[in-house]
């Protein structure tokens, strides 16, 4: 904004305030997002970090994904989490329902009675022909009606909301205030909400019900990818046919398994596929790919458009699914060997056709409508997914057109809902410039490891021009142009209000949850844990399974460490009495800790260590860590801590390695990624804002009692 390129910012900050906003512990989206719309601490909110840990009974801690989580319910019982129509109601409880082979017992019996009628009283039939022909219809009714009902899964696997707070639009709404969301964070899964139109973003899963990797196919050989299992980019292999062609298979949507619900359930569930196919011209560096029913053609670099891709999870039920794809690389090598490479971004849950068990509106019909007035769109929460593991090896300047037709689309539904007169309260929010970050951070870092890396001719990346947003530009400078294009889109909102578009009153808030820092090397909590002697393994080799009879603490999620506390986990040994002073003493020499890599200056590798019974409060404040990590500028928790200790990388002495696609992009000390507020009313220059504030003063302006639960309090204008 000092520089000049952010003018539209700009001029909102003088013309009313602009101030740095104080975010959660930890400084994470999931936590200051769910924060920001419910005005609770993450002890209230249930939701501190990208990951949760699960316990069992005779397991050991496992990460599973924060925000919603899955059970399996039976088909009969979907109505009370999903919402469908009536047919689609009867369908699924005659087939899927308790009752199933009585309704194809009444199927039956009613189609034989009605034939049976019909040849004896239409047609005049004797008696015993009309029962036989009766007979016969029935006959093959049951066998059909016992084929379609085999084809409906007994039961479901549906997600289950864990954001325990209230968000500030089901407040609104019940007070009469109307709202529109057409990007919603924390609101997956959709319910319900009064006088509020609501398409979730950000918890948003992709249409398997994960994270979403980027996936590459390619000819020759395939790597294994970056990342943590499941995230960054995953190589799959294209075959080569005698026409020249090549064709793979696009994995989509987890199949559900017909069968009985509950601990009986059979086979474990299926990964559904469309095939896929490339159809080169090397010598124009252009390519038809089909995938399913959808075709497109390509030239080298080039994206589509979304494409709608239909999955059959079984012989009755589809899943819908939406896809970008980019020719990545179409040519002959100087063995005149093809060198095709096809990227695809994670799949999203259809707007036009979401699942029953995948809510993402409120009403469900919202989405639909989006699509109708500004085409088919992705839904997927995070732009880019889950990304940042594969920083290495995505392409920069590919990831970056794909993020400006993201971009685009998004912002046509922001636009949609601008041009209506039926709200009172709009809310729209944008990852793009999160995902910038992640994906592009190293080429504007001159501290990040990467930041002179060259391409295969020796040339450096950051100084490649790329075209994204309408403009030409230096990879150095991709970061900041999506900035840009985020000031233009905040400008043309400005200008309506300046206009008296929405009243004299109008309040417009540009609000971040949480900021980023430099982030140069990475710290697994787990090696250092490892190598101090709280963590143990089975027969101490530096890479074995962890045993949990002398292991004291571990770490899970973005810089999280739990004690192995005797009651509380599987295998727990740490006495309930040596608890405090156990943390205390890991809080103490984290906080001491120096850098010991060579070259790294000895830096200290955490500027704060959080005890959370002390910066959380609330039910669910145990559901943290026992320690909260704030990393110091220019560290960040390593990818490998999203797995667990059992993913442990061999870093650098004491776990500290350089963030060469190993980092998972957040996780500083929440006093250097605070977030920003710019608001078009002059802010208080004596109170120290955060987080907490915004939902409380969004109620305010409405004269809206906030919830007695609530931590924040209005912003006093």
């Known amino acids: 904004m000092e520089s000049g390129d952010l003018p539209n910012l700009e001029r909102l900050a003088r013309a009313g305030g602009y101030a740095a906003l104080d975010t959660t512990i930890p400084a994470m989206s999931q936590a200051s997002w769910a924060a920001l719309v419910t005005a609770s601490n993450p002890g209230k909110t249930n939701i501190g970090g990208p990951v949760r840990r699960g316990l069992s009974a005779r397991a050991a801690p496992v990460p599973r994904r924060a925000g919603f989580r899955f059970q399996e319910v039976a088909g009969g019982d979907l109505g009370d989490v999903a919402s469908f129509g009536a047919f689609e109601g009867l369908v699924l409880r005659l087939g899927a329902g308790p009752g199933r082979r009585l309704a194809i017992t009444l199927l039956v019996a009613g189609v034989m009675a009605l034939i049976t009628v019909v040849f004896r009283s239409a047609l005049r039939f004797p008696a015993a022909a009309s029962v036989l022909a009766g007979a016969a219809f029935a006959a093959c009714a049951g066998f059909l009606g016992r084929r379609f009902a085999d ?34 964070p924390g609101a997956f899964p959709a319910h319900a909400v009064e006088n509020a139109r609501i ?37 799959l292999r294209l075959e080569i046919d005698a026409k020249g062609a090549a064709s793979g298979s696009l ?19 299926r990964r559904v596929e469309l095939p896929l196919r490339i159809e080169p011209d090397y010598g124009s560096r252009r390519a038809r790919v089909a995938i399913g029913g959808e075709s497109v053609e390509l030239a080298e670099g080039g994206w589509s458009d979304c494409l709608r891709l239909v999955f059959p999870a079984t012989r009755v039920l589809k899943v819908e699914a939406v896809a970008r794809v980019c020719l990545e690389e179409c040519a002959l090598d100087v063995s005149g060997r093809p060198r095709l490479r096809l990227l695809v971004p994670p799949l999203s849950v259809s707007p036009q056709a979401p699942p029953l068990t995948m809510p993402i509106s409120s009403p469900r019909q919202y989405a639909r409508d989006l699509a109708e007035d500004v085409g088919l769109f992705s839904t997927l929460g995070r732009a880019c997914g889950d990304a940042d593991g594969g920083e ?21 539904l922001l636009e949609r809902e601008l041009a209506r007169d039926d709200w009172d309260v709009l809310l729209h929010v ?74 004299p009153r109008a309040l417009f808030i540009v609000v971040s949850g949480h900021g980023r820092a430099p982030l140069r090397q990475v710290f697994d909590a787990n090696v250092w844990l490892l190598r101090n002697g709280y963590l143990r393994t089975v027969g101490d080799a530096p890479s074995g399974a962890v045993d949990w009879t002398r292991t004291q603490a571990y770490s899970l999620g973005m810089g999280e460490i739990y004690i192995n506390l005797r009651g509380r986990e599987p295998a727990g040994i740490v006495a309930p009495w040596a608890f405090a002073a156990l943390k205390a003493e890991i809080m103490r020499r984290l906080e001491a800790f120096s850098d010991p890599v060579r070259g790294h200056g000895g830096r200290r590798v955490v500027k704060r260590a959080y005890d959370a ?54 996780g500083a000390d929440p ?10 009313r002059r802010l208080p220059k004596d109170l120290r804002l955060g987080v907490l504030n915004i939902a409380p003063t969004i109620l305010a302006v409405y004269d809206v009692a906030a919830p007695a639960e609530w931590d924040g309090e209005p912003i006093d204008w």
């Not at 992709?206 to 960054?232: I, K, M, P």
């Open 430 to 503: 944008e990852s793009i410039t999160d995902c910038a970050w992640c994906l592009l951070h190293r080429f504007a870092d001159p501290g990040h490891p990467r930041y002179h890396a060259v391409d295969r001719d020796g040339r450096l990346l950051r100084e490649q021009t790329v075209s994204a947003f309408g403009r030409s530009f230096r990879l150095e400078d991709g970061l900041k142009e999506t900035y840009r294009e985020m000031d233009r889109i905040a400008g043309g909102v400005l200008a309506r209000v300046e206009a008296g578009a929405f009243g």
């Open 251 to 269: 994995p989509g949507p987890i199949a559900p398994v017909a069968g009985p619900a509950g601990a009986d359930a059979p086979a474990p569930e």
């Open 671 to 680: 006093d250097l990624a605070r977030g920003i507020l710019f608001a078009n």
């Open 613 to 666: 019974a002390e910066v959380l409060a609330g039910p669910y404040a145990e559901e943290s860590g026992d320690i909260i990590l704030g990393f110091a500028e220019g560290y960040g928790p390593a990818r490998s801590a999203l797995a667990g200790c059992a993913a442990a990388e061999t870093f650098d002495t004491f776990g500290v390695g350089d963030a060469r696609g190993r980092g998972a992009g957040c």
């Open 151 to 184: 084809e409906i899964p007994a039961s479901f696997l549906v997600p289950v909301g864990e954001l325990q707070a209230e968000p500030f639009w089901d407040v609104l709404g019940r007070a009469g205030v109307r709202v529109a969301g057409p990007q919603a």
């Open 199 to 235: 398409l979730a973003a950000l918890s948003t899963p992709d249409v398997a019900g994960g994270a979403g990797s980027w996936l590459r196919f390619e000819t020759g050989e395939v790597g294994s990818g970056s990342g943590a299992a499941g995230a960054g980019i995953q190589s």
């Open 392 to 412: 290495s090896d995505l392409p920069a300047g590919l990831v970056l057109s794909y993020l400006d037709l993201e971009m685009q689309r998004r912002e046509a």
